[in-house]
């Protein structure tokens, strides 16, 4: 019984032991797969500021969903991350996500941006472009002088110059040439007035104004356009390259965190293992001792009594009269045999009498033995009276 409580004992230590451990375990796993969503997380981090730039360079649709779809999956990771998760980790998941918000909002407004600016580039600068044209193309038409043909072909050059300048900004974003649009469109309201000093009473003097008044709507379409182009180059470059950072950093921290709680799994599972390895050998050592105690105790329990049997008989036969004491430690049956043995000595004849009796006999056949004798000395007896003789 004492063994079996001693190793129900230890088994279910044992079993509890091995329990932590593979939840320890389970914990572990869980831990490592947090720390793969946190690579995932960077991973798509990185994609998102790369295709950020290509929808820059070549401000495609395709580029914009490709981003919407790496920001959907980085939201997953992160749900996934939060899912479950200690206090540490998802406050650190809870700083990413708003990181990550930020980055979708930058994102959400460079598309606007990005798409205004198009609508500049593509549509109002071409078409201040070409009123302002047309209004040099009415002046000219005009029977003019020398002078005012000059101008006006001065002028007809100053708005390629801007074209030109306008495309080369937005291919190169060189600041120079804005500064080159701008003194191009104080050149041609210089050559615009002098048109109208020149023209003050002709009755199409008129479109001077208007041809002033859209060179200054065509440059305020360019500075839109460069304003545009300049925010969501902002947004890109400084908004969303700085929440990329921080997010970035924020998985690094996450996966130091995720690193420290693994290590610290691993040291309590060998620790764990340790105990379980020290109780296998204590409780061990423990159970042999107790079988070769119990097993020594049981021998001697057995063996004892029955040396005081076999020399109670030896004292029986050496003729010992002694009375039997079993000893208390003897057990049932032998303290039966005991007293069995007990009795035995009690009904055993003396020596002295059995001793007198065999004398007696001795005596009666020394006596028969001697008329058996004298009767066979006699001619006429008989053989056959032998054996009643000898009776």
Not at 85 to 112: C, D, T, W, Y
Not at 263 to 292: C, H, N, P, R, W
Request: charged share 25%.
């Amino acid at each position: 019984m004492v063994i079996g409580l001693v190793g129900g004992g230890l088994a279910l230590f044992m079993g509890l032991a091995i329990s932590n451990i593979y939840a320890d375990f389970r914990r572990f796993n869980l831990v490592s797969e947090r720390v793969e969503l946190g690579y995932d997380l960077s991973t798509q981090m990185v994609i998102l500021q790369r295709l950020s730039e290509k929808f820059i360079q070549e401000g495609d649709r395709f580029s914009a969903d490709q981003i919407d779809l790496a920001l959907e999956k980085a939201n997953t990771v992160l749900a996934m991350l939060e899912d479950d998760a200690s206090a540490p980790i998802s406050q650190r998941a809870g700083i990413m996500a708003v990181h990550l918000n930020n980055f979708q909002e930058a994102f959400a407004e460079v598309k606007r941006q990005r798409e205004r600016q198009n609508q500049l580039t593509n549509e109002a600068i071409h078409a201040q472009a070409e009123l302002h044209g047309n209004l040099i193309d009415n002046f000219a038409d005009r029977a003019l002088g020398a002078e005012s043909a000059a101008l006006v072909e001065r002028l007809r050059t100053s708005l390629l110059q801007i074209e030109g300048f306008a495309r080369d900004y937005f291919d190169s974003l060189d600041n120079a040439l804005i500064r080159q649009i701008r003194g191009n469109v104080r050149q041609s309201q210089a050559l615009i007035r002098q048109l109208q000093a020149l023209h003050q009473e002709d009755a199409f003097a008129g479109l001077l104004p208007r041809m002033d008044a859209s060179i200054l709507a065509y440059q305020e379409a360019i500075l839109e356009a460069v304003q545009r182009t300049r925010g969501y180059l902002f947004l890109v470059n400084v908004v969303m390259a700085a929440e990329t950072y921080e997010i970035l950093y924020q998985s690094e921290r996450l996966a130091e965190e995720l690193r420290q709680e693994m290590l610290a799994i691993e040291e309590s599972v060998d620790y764990k293992k340790q105990q379980v390895f020290v109780l296998a050998l204590i409780g061990s050592v423990t159970m042999l001792l107790l079988i070769v105690g119990l097993s020594y105790a049981l021998g001697r329990s057995i063996a004892t009594p029955i040396e005081n049997l076999a020399g109670v008989f030896r004292r029986l036969a050496r003729g010992e009269t002694a009375p039997i004491k079993p000893g208390h430690e003897a057990g049932y049956e032998l303290q039966e045999l005991s007293r069995a043995s007990e009795v035995f000595r009690e009904k055993m004849p003396k020596p002295s009498n059995y001793w007198k009796g065999t004398a007696k006999l001795v005596r009666s056949w020394k006596k028969r033995s001697r008329n058996a004798l004298r009767h066979l000395k006699k001619p006429t007896s008989s053989c056959r009276s032998f054996p009643a003789l000898m009776a």
